[in-house]
């Protein structure tokens, strides 16, 4: 190596090594002045790390302008470009994303990599035409079949609600590796498929169990355990507890596997099995003493709520965060429990400096309206710094019609008439207070209203109960393991 060579090859490695204590876009500024007093401004290497720090950091104005300066940027620069458009917060530089992989065909041909972010960036957007046209597009690039591509593939469609070309470019594949697994079962889930996601996890063990070299992890058994929570399979989560706990791999140490059978056994309505798993867990994180905290409240256990979120602050093991006091406030409602309720909503901002959100209000209307305190929640509401929103004002229409408050009742009519004017609800609670008032007139103009404007009740509710012996339990549950 020449003298020469040897010098611009020390400076290169020099100006790497500078990026590596680069944190903030002043820091970047000075490297990318260093660049182009030592020359190197039109290095692809170099300027794909200032391109990379822009797109992690979001500074996408700054990149855009370094961009713009290289001749003739690589498949990398364009593909970082375009990765960190998409992982914009804003809905433009979302969108700008796409207009760059339209730019990109005119002067460089996609890659793998390519297709992977857009496909992703695509499902985020909700465009399932733009995703069906980037579709057609693997098949004349000749990545149809690439395993990432295919995976991101299946991805996108079942973010799009399209689940069942998703479950079909599964199926297609000749060995699905445990991305795919993990993706067409989160898919299933997502779209409300929830049979089907079990269906899936019991052909995988399957599988596994049949020798090929397929392994579940973490991913895998958090969809899997969300999806028993949500149609109330608690003999299904239990076979996928046993197999956590016997499967001789190192799922005992993994906080987000355990948060989420506690998660489950809570929605499943096993409060008890929920809390043992809780107890026994080796490390918690804040999310494993929310989901905690949140199960109890849900399933009337105020006070056993409290005291799990004292022995927290006791135990100063994890800070409490806005989900943290949304599970206080639940418990405090579910309870009955008003001055308690008003002095965490009091703490929350003044000592732990959390901003209470619409769901914090809500749970303070909802324990304050079950309390027949309804002039106080309606100041409450007043006095929000953020919008109210009609399942709200609907919490305090329904407590004056509980606690026949019918003047003020009239006056949440109103707003509900702003926001959801087409509601049945809203009608019957109004009408039925009327009723129980015996202002009679009134309620026979609220009906006559609500027939005018063709206001229709929703279909009936109904519920899934499990029986033991039916066809969910003896097909899919003795299937597991």
Same mark, same amino acid.
């Given at each position: 190596m020449s003298p020469k060579s040897t010098t611009l090859w020390k400076t290169e490695e020099t100006l790497m090594n500078l990026f590596n204590h680069c944190s903030t876009l002043k820091h970047l500024k000075q490297i990318h002045a260093r660049l182009f007093l030592t020359g190197f401004h039109h290095n692809l290497i170099l300027?794909?790390?200032?391109?990379? =720090?822009?797109?992690?950091?979001?500074?996408? $104005?700054?990149?855009?302008?370094?961009?713009?300066?290289i001749p003739k940027p690589d498949s990398f620069l364009w593909n970082t470009m375009i990765r960190g458009f998409g992982n914009s917060t804003t809905q433009s530089q979302s969108h700008y994303?796409? @207009? =760059?992989?339209? #730019?990109?065909?005119?002067?460089?041909?996609?890659?793998?990599?390519?297709f992977s972010f857009i496909l992703k960036i695509i499902a985020r957007l909700r465009f399932?035409?733009?995703?069906?046209?980037? @579709?057609?597009?693997?098949?004349?690039?000749?990545?149809? $079949?690439?395993?990432?591509? #295919?995976?991101?593939?299946?991805?996108?469609?079942?973010?799009?609600?399209?689940?069942?070309?998703?479950?079909?470019?599964?199926?297609?594949?000749?060995?699905?590796?445990?991305?795919?697994?993990?993706?067409?079962?989160?898919c299933h889930v997502y779209c409300g498929k929830y049979n089907e996601a079990l269906d899936l996890f019991t052909r995988m063990v399957q599988q596994q169990q049949n020798g090929m070299q397929l392994?579940?992890?973490?991913a895998t058994l958090v969809v899997t355990l969300?999806?028993?929570?949500?149609?109330?399979?608690?003999?299904?989560?239990?076979?996928?507890?046993?197999?956590? #706990?016997?499967?001789?791999?190192?799922?005992?140490?993994?906080?987000?596997? =355990?948060?989420?059978?506690?998660?489950?056994?809570?929605?499943?309505?096993?409060?008890?099995?929920?809390?043992?798993?809780?107890?026994?867990?080796?490390?918690?994180?804040?999310?494993?003493?929310?989901?905690?905290?949140?199960?109890?409240?849900? @399933?009337? $256990?105020?006070?056993?709520?409290?005291?799990?979120?004292m022995r927290m602050l006791r135990e100063n093991v994890e800070r409490p965060d806005e989900?943290?006091?949304?599970?206080?406030?639940?418990?405090?409602?579910?309870?009955?429990?008003?001055?308690?309720? #008003?002095?965490?909503?009091?703490?929350?901002?003044?000592?732990?400096?959390?901003?209470?959100?619409?769901? @914090?209000?809500?749970?303070?209307?909802?324990?304050?309206?079950?309390?027949g305190l309804v002039v106080e929640a309606h100041t409450l509401i007043k006095s929000m710094p953020i919008e109210c929103n009609a399942i709200i004002w609907r919490t305090l229409l329904a407590a004056c019609r509980n606690y026949g408050n019918v003047e003020l009742g009239e006056k949440v009519r109103k707003h509900l008439m702003e926001l959801e004017p087409d509601h049945s609800s809203d009608y019957v609670l109004l009408a039925n207070m009327y009723a129980s008032t015996g202002q009679w007139n009134e309620m026979s103009k609220e009906r006559r209203s609500m027939q005018e404007r063709r206001v229709r009740k929703p279909e009936p509710g109904n519920s899934f109960i499990g029986i033991p012996g039916t066809r969910f339990e003896k097909e899919t549950v003795e299937r597991l393991l």
């Open positions: 300027n794909g790390k200032i391109i990379m =720090f822009c797109a992690v950091s979001q500074n996408m $104005n700054y990149a855009l302008n370094v961009f713009y300066k994303a796409i @207009h =760059f992989f339209k #730019r990109m065909q005119l002067a460089h041909q996609p890659d793998n990599f390519t399932l035409n733009i995703g069906k046209q980037l @579709h057609c597009s693997l098949f004349k690039f000749g990545f149809e $079949n690439h395993i990432y591509v #295919r995976n991101s593939l299946i991805h996108m469609y079942g973010m799009l609600k399209d689940i069942e070309i998703a479950h079909q470019l599964f199926e297609e594949m000749y060995q699905p590796d445990l991305v795919a697994w993990n993706s067409i079962i989160d392994q579940p992890d973490d969300s999806a028993c929570g949500a149609i109330g399979a608690l003999d299904f989560g239990r076979k996928v507890h046993s197999f956590v #706990r016997d499967g001789g791999n190192d799922f005992g140490e993994s906080i987000s596997v =355990f948060n989420a059978l506690v998660d489950m056994y809570a929605k499943c309505g096993a409060v008890e099995e929920a809390y043992e798993t809780f107890s026994n867990m080796k490390k918690k994180n804040v999310v494993s003493w929310n989901v905690m905290i949140l199960g109890l409240a849900s @399933h009337g $256990n105020g006070e056993e709520a409290l005291a799990l979120f989900i943290t006091f949304l599970g206080v406030l639940c418990a405090c409602s579910h309870g009955g429990l008003v001055d308690e309720g #008003r002095q965490y909503f009091e703490i929350m901002n003044r000592n732990y400096n959390i901003k209470p959100t619409i769901k @914090h209000y809500g749970c303070m209307v909802d324990l304050l309206s079950r309390a």
